[in-house]
């Protein structure tokens, strides 16, 4: 059972069109930076997301939480902090924690479950996760969802 | 006081580029869906989004949650219904519930708190909300936030 | 053969997170913008895009042109026109101008080619456009690209 | 006047939420990858974009043209060239190409012109580049634009 000793952290710097009239980062590109951070701590573990579809096996998410603390503005680079908190039967959630690289200030935390679909069915039910890909991905922390 | 006797609809056909390589709706526009639900439902009560920022005051979103329960897909027609769960002194709630037009189908649900944010200033701090606006955005129903 | 006497026109809003922190439509919406409209004419024309991957289709965009001419805010209507300029074995060329709702101004304008890809084929080769697509498909108005 | 050698080069990874249904980078999203071609690029001439605004100068993107060559998917590393192909008085040319990081196949190649606008008038009428600025940006080869 791969398990990483640190926070997984990951980078990513606002772009332009990321940002809003508001002048600072769109407050929907969140969940972008969060799916950047978990495919990038997927990917250290030794399981790419693409191959997971290749298995013929989708994650959806089926539930996402988000709370902004300070705005993000253009050509900011950001830190994601990424852990797995639960892995479930058919299921994974995934904890996120952004601050800004200079002076680490928080900007933003949330959390998202997502649920393992089967793409090749039309239909696409929800479909247990397959028992190599569950031994891949431990909980990187004990639980501790934002409030 | 303005108030809406019935739930607040508005519709929204999913665009191609809205889609992601899952063939469905990327999960990170049901926030774009939810938006224009929220934009319309205060322009149907006399209160335009634009007119808030003219007068000095963004609505800058600080909390955001989301429960998807069936996956749209492109050329859909969306059923977005938004109301005005509470509304304190500095801030706004606002849930939402996406249904499929045809059918009737819940698609996702969801809900948002957005704080009232001082555009003059540059480091702009949180505000009251000015009266006149407060006396327009009265909760449309009952609190009762999607578990 | 149908054909649409006068120019197609179908309306689009501006969403708030369409814009970035110029305070204008973000460049690359206009892109949705145009695929909004075409879309919109093809159904109007019987055949909606959805019909055309079903046949096993698709219209991949392989040239694009754009030119900015005043920039569009949150909350404006705009009017996008929408053409068939050209209709070649395996392609399609469409022309677009999006004016202001109100007032007629000119806010952009453009053109796409459309390759038709074989979703079949894993590679996804270019494909002839199947004769009774291209029957529906006639252009609308003689070739004036925007220079 | 700061020049580069050679041409500037700048990877950027495929984010899940830039696909579409038809498995592939969505068309839009190029012109972001070209955007963040030019930042950096202007970055690397000692003259951040950030920057460029901070002096009350915004660059307005008045002119695009793409060439889709081969379909870019999720996960895949893509190097986006950028070159200064002009600088007028009150606007500059980029030309870009974008490759394939693994293989060098060619996927997209375009250019924008940009204007310079004044942020500080409501109008943002076009003005003229500052000196200091256009002293820094120097076209990078000599001009070939994309056919």
């Known amino acids: 059972m791969s398990q990483l ?18 002048g600072v980062v769109y407050h929907a590109n ?20 693409a191959e997971v579809e290749r298995r013929g096996c989708a994650l959806a998410v089926r539930k996402a939480a988000l709370r902004y ?4 503005r253009y050509g900011e680079t950001l830190v994601v902090r990424t852990w797995i908190e639960a892995v479930g039967g058919a299921s994974i959630a995934f904890v996120y924690e952004i601050v800004r690289k200079a002076g680490g200030e928080r900007v933003a935390e949330g959390s998202t479950e997502l649920a393992c679909v089967d793409l090749r069915s039309a239909a696409r039910p929800v479909c247990m996760l397959p028992d190599e890909l569950r031994a891949i991905l431990a909980p990187t922390r004990p639980p501790a969802p934002p409030s």
Chains 1, 2, 3, 4 share one sequence.
Not at 33 to 46: D, H, I, N, Q, S
Not at 69 to 72: N, Y
């Open 5 to 22: 000793a640190a926070p997984f952290e990951h980078e990513v710097e606002v772009r332009y069109g990321e940002t809003d009239q508001m």
């Open 69 to 72: 603390r300070s705005p993000a």
């Open 30 to 49: 969140y969940l972008l930076y969060f799916e950047e951070g978990r495919t990038k701590l997927m990917a250290a573990l030794g399981l790419p997301y």
